[in-house]
């Protein structure tokens, strides 16, 4: 069992829709849990961390978190083509060690 | 303050030759972890060091080699390159505390590494 898994879409939405990403994770004592957003030939960067169970909400993005379910998602509201990209999920394990899913595909449609 | 730092960006090599890419991390930060990152594939883990020391490591054969300085600068070393060590490279810090709380890996630009 793989420690993070996304669905590796690719994820297509009409510009100005909801983009829901989805990640599960393994370590059931993880504590940290990230989104980061990687264009295409660039590097990852973070987009946001959540620590605890419910929603944070920065701007228009929302991360959810379930421990109990051990699932994290993000939501970007008011989808732009400058959104077009992958988004990968990432965890913290109880080794320290960081994990990352394979990255979930989105492209927003003008 | 100053992001990662990774030095060379690009570097073309021929297979058999060794390379050596370098890191610096944000200041402040103990740890780097290394990835590779192939077309289509998602990052995969090289290793992690922290104070000088390699903490976590990830399965890849022995030619791939890292080294952390005291002033937390890392290198990594590939031997022997193949033709499918044709690769982003990338080096995330994090501040590398136990527990893992709170800390998050920033990412260098990358090098890209192309063997002929």
């Known amino acids: 069992q793989k420690e993070v898994e996304q669905n590796s879409g690719p994820l297509s939405v009409p510009e100005g829709a909801i983009a829901s990403l989805n990640c599960t994770y393994s370590?059931?004592?993880?504590?940290?849990f990230f989104w980061y957003r990687q264009y295409s030939g660039k590097s990852p960067e973070l987009i946001m961390s959540?620590?605890?169970?419910g929603d944070k909400e920065d701007g228009r993005f929302t991360a959810q978190l379930n421990k109990a379910s051990q699932y994290v998602s993000l939501l970007i509201r008011d989808s732009q083509p400058s959104d077009s990209a992958t988004y990968l999920c990432?965890?913290?394990?109880?080794?320290?060690?960081?994990?990352f899913g394979t990255g979930t595909s989105l492209t927003v449609i003008p | 303050k100053a992001g990662v730092t990774q030095t060379p960006r690009y570097l073309i090599k021929t297979r058999g030759q060794q390379v050596t890419l370098s890191c610096s991390p944000i200041?402040?930060?103990?740890?780097v972890s290394w990835y590779q990152q192939t077309p289509g594939q998602g990052l995969q883990f090289l290793f992690e060091?922290?104070?000088?020391?390699?903490?976590n490591k990830g399965n890849f054969p022995g030619r791939f080699s890292g080294r952390q300085f005291s002033n937390s600068r890392s290198e990594m070393n590939v031997s022997t390159l193949e033709l499918g060590d044709s690769a982003l490279y990338l080096c995330?810090?994090?501040?590398?505390?136990?527990?893992?709380?709170?800390?998050?890996?920033?990412f260098g630009p990358g090098t890209r590494l192309t063997v002929l």
């Open positions: 995330a810090s994090s501040l590398g505390g136990l527990a893992g709380a709170g800390d998050t890996q920033y």
């Open positions: 370590d059931r004592v993880s504590q940290s």
């Open positions: 959540i620590y605890s169970n």
């Open positions: 990432a965890v913290i394990n109880t080794g320290n060690q960081f994990y």
């Open positions: 200041s402040g930060h103990r740890s």
């Open positions: 060091y922290f104070s000088e020391t390699q903490r």
